[in-house]
């Protein structure tokens, strides 16, 4: 401690903040905690994550989000060479000004992304496995007299609400393999 009576250092040595540490990840492990992808990319879910083949999705944006799931799962744009699953997504996207100025332009757009998706094993007979809605919101300036600007805004906030949509496809499907694995008899449907 210096003059002031107060210091940024810690007194605790090094051993026993390890030992808390320990005690802590130990007290996760006991309540049945464990981590999502376990196994990392030989893991059960990964493997599964890695069958799926990803639908043509139409449009800019869905070709943008038919990528960012496709590298979410660990898989090339191609998609795996003999896929268990197929996922359809049927995303949207509603724009809305919002920094209305006095002459009723907007300053900044928020951009409101949907994606309906159905997870299907391929196979006679095609059998659904799970569906789900997602949502996430984007948002980008509109900066005055910038019309290059404010395109290049547009584009990244589109890709950004693809990668958030996603992520969020991905992480659902990867709970439910999860809890599939963990003993359920298949794979639980969306509840919204």
């Known amino acids: 401690m210096f003059r002031g009576g107060w210091s940024i250092t810690s007194s605790e040595s090094p051993s026993r903040r390890g030992l808390l540490g320990g005690l802590g990840l130990l007290a996760l492990g006991g309540c049945g905690f464990r981590p999502l992808y376990g196994g990392g990319s030989s893991g059960a879910v990964r493997t599964e994550l890695s069958q799926i083949r990803v639908a043509l999705i139409q449009e800019r944006f869905g070709q943008l989000l038919r990528r960012a799931l496709t590298q979410r799962m660990g898989q090339s744009i191609g998609g795996p060479a003999q896929p268990l699953y197929e996922l359809q997504v049927a995303p949207a996207q509603q724009a809305e000004g919002v920094g209305i100025q006095r002459d009723g332009t907007p300053t900044r757009v928020r951009v409101i992304g949907t994606a309906n998706w159905l997870l299907a094993r391929i196979g006679p007979p095609r059998e659904t496995l799970a569906t789900g809605t997602e949502r996430a919101t984007e948002a980008y300036n509109i900066p005055p007299n910038q019309f290059f600007a404010s395109d290049s805004s547009r584009e990244f906030a589109e890709q950004r609400l693809a990668d958030l949509l996603a992520e969020l496809v991905v992480t659902?499907?990867?709970?439910?393999?999860?809890?599939?694995?963990a003993g359920a008899a298949g794979l639980t449907p969306a509840i919204r």
């Open 172 to 181: 659902r499907i990867a709970v439910d393999f999860r809890r599939r694995e």
